[in-house]
């Protein structure tokens, strides 16, 4: 009756991960199709359909023949199961009634499988909003037995073939609804989806390129076994007199006929009710065999809990700005999941050609800090900050329709080249409007003028054009996007709350789409399994820059050629699976600069690659910076890697920025003493073999149960009283300098040491920096020394196999 299924959605999706990316696929379909549970399905199946094609055909006369003579015969050799009331051919319309009870069964299903697939991918479709109204109606319709949904139905169509068809199929549809609901949430969250959404893919795209065909393979075995158990649905309904009506039949009908003359000669009621579990177990044999074939097997769910205590919360002190506005600007951002926080009140500014390192243990925060950057955090997770501008846009949900009102504004303003005296225009209706408007609260009337502010800020800000090559969004959009943009302001779009938010989201997904790229750790569940990687990345200028297939592929094997993937043509017309780790990761980098980005956020994307093909992506990602001047913010767990690329770190700890440091004063000058533990850790030429390695003892605190004071403290061999008791903010020292440390004076001296040859207890970080070059921060090529310090080297030389900038076609 439901689209049941013995395996769950978790079993069902590492299917459809495995195979889709484990290959011979063709291998296993081999191997299930010969195993006795194969054959045994296949024959059954094979049986069934073609008795519902042949049966017909064949025997129809004879078992609608009356023979008055005959009425009520048993099992003989003219009747082999014997004969009905009228003297027909039981076995013969048992047959025959193959193709009827076959045939509605599909159609059930199909209607079931639809209605089941529509309503399971909603939630992608219309967002979450929706999509929870929609969760709930699956959920409240689920809750109902199928076969109380399907007679309720069937009341409501009417009694007939017509209305059971209709009855069995809607009473499908919840559980398929609920089945395919589960795992395009599931596929929703991997990394590969999170590229697409910062790449800006619409959600229609995003399902039908990339959930649907990850999803496709564990949903035609449920379709499979739902087709089982229509047949039985409609047997029942049949049987009950709601289904098929006479003169027609199928097998519940024939199974209630007979079961009037069950104890007269009970093979009559017995043909029809073997019919039905014969066809039912076809089907559902084929659905394990087809399950077994896709490799379904049992998945742990991962599941976090949400309770915890709350932690006293400090702000950290906000960088200032400076001459340039930065290009991501971040004040005081937390996420939370339910009680639990595990972002608490980060503060950072990525300016135009910046690295920026945020490096700290496993559980920090980092990926989680990076992910509200860029927009990825889902419910139940909420994200909320002081700041959160990307080019001068600010990103935070409530603020996000204000926010790109004034971009549109500045949009269109642009086009007439009168920004400035627009942004004067609107103060000054504002202020009129502040003295007429007396109803108006005063917190609303701040918050007009902190936007009107806002507005001219950051007009002032494009007119200082201080990323004239690529932060301007009015840029980035073709001629016909921006007409558009201003028809729609036009018609008093901003007028109408609900198409503005929904405009404003449109305009948002564009802006990080172009201008932001993130690549992440894995790149293997960063890009879709099913899709040719050069498809992948032309999907990006397809959708924001309006380019034809052949264009687009264009790019596509010209950026897979400029992250030094040999025979990019080639290349670009595989999967995934078939590209190494090294080449998938540059695949990705690849593909986040197919749209040219302000920022790029690289979320540990060295940490499964050898330290080889490591070296290539570091300097591949320190090339594209250089010749590009994009921001870059680089998380890792690992400092020497950061200390490599970056020209400031961020230390996060237990969910805040413990300390923010230009690289070079990572090895001798860091003033938090977690900082200054990591640094100690890491293992060089130096180090002293004959003591045991530095670690930092203890464990990093559980979000869930943050200690009060300084998280840092039970770990920490200065903490005191003062640091058990209270939580130091993050405070600025010098220039470029912050750290929250109530003994940040002391720090240096504070850590053993066992590397021997170090001076006055400093670790060596090992530098390879080859080069980043440029303009970026880091201009000048370093090397450690033993003391570690770093030092200006000589060698000047690039990596040949990896020195090329991006190419000339800059969009
Ligand atoms: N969806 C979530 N729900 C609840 N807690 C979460 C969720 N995602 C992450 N966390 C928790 O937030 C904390 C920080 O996670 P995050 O992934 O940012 O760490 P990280 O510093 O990037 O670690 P790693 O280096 O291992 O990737 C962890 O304790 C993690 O368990």
């Known amino acids: 009756m ?70 009520l015969q048993g099992p003989s050799s003219a009747h082999p199961v014997g004969t009905d009331l009228l003297g027909r051919d039981i076995l013969a319309r048992v047959l025959v009634a193959t193709r009827l009870s076959v045939g509605l069964a599909l159609l059930a299903t199909a209607i079931g499988v639809t209605a089941g697939l529509l309503l399971g991918t909603a939630p992608v479709l219309l967002g979450r909003r929706a999509g929870r109204w929609i969760g709930a109606f699956i959920n409240i319709a689920v809750a109902f037995p199928s076969l109380l949904l399907a007679l309720f139905f069937a009341v409501i ?20 609804a609920r089945l395919t609901q589960t795992m395009a949430a599931t596929i929703s969250g991997r990394d590969f989806i999170a590229a697409a959404r910062v790449a800006g893919i619409g959600r229609l795209r995003i399902l039908v390129r990339h959930v649907l065909p990850n999803i496709a393979e564990p949903l035609v075995v449920s379709a499979t076994m739902a087709a089982g158990a229509a047949l039985l649905s409609f047997a029942s309904l ?79 002190e906000p960088e200032p700005d400076g001459p340039e506005k930065p290009l991501l600007a971040v004040e005081n951002l937390h996420v939370s999941f339910g009680a639990v926080t595990p972002v608490r009140g ?41 700041r959160l501008e990307f080019l001068g846009t600010d990103l935070r949900e409530r603020s996000t329709a204000r926010g790109l009102a004034a971009l549109r ?127 992948q990345l032309a999907e990006v200028v397809r959708e924001h820059q309006g380019a034809d297939r052949r264009t687009a592929w264009r790019r596509a094997v ?87 690329v970056c020209d400031r770190v961020l230390v996060m700890y237990a969910g805040r920025i413990v300390e923010d440091l230009p690289t070079d004063a990572l090895l001798h000058d860091a003033r938090h003493p977690y900082t200054r533990a990591l640094v100690a850790a890491v293992p060089d030429m130096t180090t002293d073999r004959t003591k045991p390695l530095a670690v930092i003892p203890g464990r990093p605190p559980d979000p869930h149960d943050v200690p009060a004071g300084c998280p840092y403290a039970p770990r920490c061999p200065l903490a005191t009283d003062q640091c058990r008791r209270q939580d130091p903010a993050l405070t600025s020292y010098a220039a470029g300098r912050r750290v929250a440390c109530w003994h940040a004076d002391l720090a240096p001296a504070a850590v053993p040491d066992n590397r021997a040859a170090t001076t006055g207890g400093q670790a060596a970080v090992p530098d390879n920096r080859a080069t980043t070059g440029g303009q970026g921060a880091v201009s000048e090529k370093r090397a450690a020394t033993a003391d570690g310090h770093f030092v200006a080297a000589d060698d000047d030389k690039t990596d040949d196999q990896i020195a090329a900038p991006l190419g000339g076609d800059r969009a």
């Open 409 to 535: 504004e500045r949009s269109a303003a642009h086009e007439l080249g009168d920004l400035r005296e627009r942004s004067e225009a609107s103060e000054r209706s504002g202020a009129a409007g502040h003295s007429n408007a007396g109803e108006r609260s005063k917190p609303l009337e701040r918050s007009d003028m902190r936007e009107r502010s806002d507005m001219r800020e950051r007009s002032d800000m494009r007119e200082r054009s201080d990323a004239p090559e690529r932060s301007d969004v009015r840029k980035r959009s073709t001629p016909s996007k921006r007409f558009d943009m201003r028809e729609r302001s036009g018609k008093g779009e901003r007028s109408n709350a609900r198409d503005g938010s929904e405009l404003s989201k449109n305009e948002l997904r564009r802006l990080l789409g172009t201008s932001l790229s993130m690549v992440f750790q894995d790149p293997m569940t960063s890009l879709n399994p099913t899709q040719r990687v050069g498809r």
């Open 2 to 71: 439901t689209a049941a299924t013995n395996s769950g959605p978790g079993e069902l999706m590492a299917a459809a991960t495995k195979a889709v990316s484990a290959g011979g696929a063709a291998k296993r379909w081999t191997a299930a199709l010969r195993s006795p549970l194969g054959i045994t399905a296949a024959v059954l199946l094979a049986g069934v359909l073609l008795l519902a094609v042949v049966a017909p055909l064949i025997w129809q006369g004879r078992a609608e023949a009356v023979q008055s003579a005959e009425i």
């Open 558 to 644: 010209d950026r897979l050629a400029a992250v030094r993937i040999p025979g990019a043509e080639r290349r670009a017309r595989q999967l995934p699976h078939e590209f190494s780790g090294g080449m998938r990761q540059r695949a990705m980098i690849g593909m986040g600069v197919m749209a040219n980005p302000a920022l790029i956020i690289a979320d540990e994307p060295t940490t499964a690659l050898d330290v080889t093909v490591q070296r290539q992506v570091l300097q591949l990602i320190a090339n594209i910076r250089a010749a590009e001047r994009v921001g870059l913010l680089f998380i890792s767990h690992d400092v020497t890697v950061v200390g490599q």
């Open 157 to 176: 169509f009417g009694v007939g073939a017509k209305g059971a068809v209709l009855a069995i199929g809607f009473a499908t549809a919840p559980a398929f």
């Open 238 to 316: 049949s049987f009950l007199g709601l289904g098929v009506q006479a003169p027609s039949y199928d097998w519940g009908r024939l199974l209630g006929e007979g079961l009037a003359q069950i104890y007269v000669h009970p093979a009559g009621a017995l043909a029809a009710g073997v019919a039905v579990v014969l066809a039912a177990m076809a089907f559902n044999l084929a659905g394990e065999a087809v399950a077994r074939a896709i490799g379904l097997r049992s998945a742990q769910t991962n599941q976090r809990t949400q309770t915890a205590p709350t932690h006293e919360e400090q702000r950290a």
């Open 346 to 386: 980060v503060s950072l500014t990525v300016r135009k050609g910046e690295a920026i390192g945020i490096v700290g243990e496993s559980g920090s925060g980092k990926s989680l800090t990076a992910l509200a950057i860029a927009q990825l955090i889902e419910r139940p997770g909420h994200v909320r900050a002081d």
